[in-house]
């Protein structure tokens, strides 16, 4: 079983930025593609970016295109979401996920809330 946990949500004005953190716990961490997901009040967990294992394949949701970055430490077991020019629309909860052989590990969310 693989745990995984984000950290690194919190409070920030529109405008501003705020980096998420997610720390897998395998052993093998460096084979696993990784991915952040979003869900706001009322509305379904949606597609933010992903990652691949060698950190060579990126992918980004168009609503955050040029805003956001996903990278990955593998000596750390960690993946980063650095978030830039937030706006009240990325209030959500933040979801890390791990992926491998057709297995998805998801954390319990991160609160990332963007006032205007």
């Known amino acids: 079983q693989v745990q995984v946990v984000e950290s690194g949500g919190g409070l920030v004005q529109s405008g501003g930025s705020l980096r998420l953190s997610c720390a897998a716990s395998a052993r093998t961490f460096g084979v696993y593609d990784m991915g952040w997901f979003r869900q706001a009040p009322g509305m379904e967990r949606e597609f933010v970016a992903a990652?691949?294992?060698?950190?060579?394949?990126?992918d980004y949701a168009d609503s955050v295109k040029g805003r956001f970055t996903i990278s990955r430490d593998n000596t750390k077991n960690t993946v980063y979401l650095q978030m830039s020019s937030l706006k009240p629309e990325d209030t959500a909860i933040y979801y890390c996920?791990?992926?491998?052989?057709?297995?998805?590990?998801w954390g319990q969310g991160t609160q990332v809330t963007v006032s205007s």
């Open positions: 996920y791990a992926d491998r052989s057709k297995s998805r590990y």
């Open positions: 990652i691949s294992w060698s950190g060579g394949t990126l």
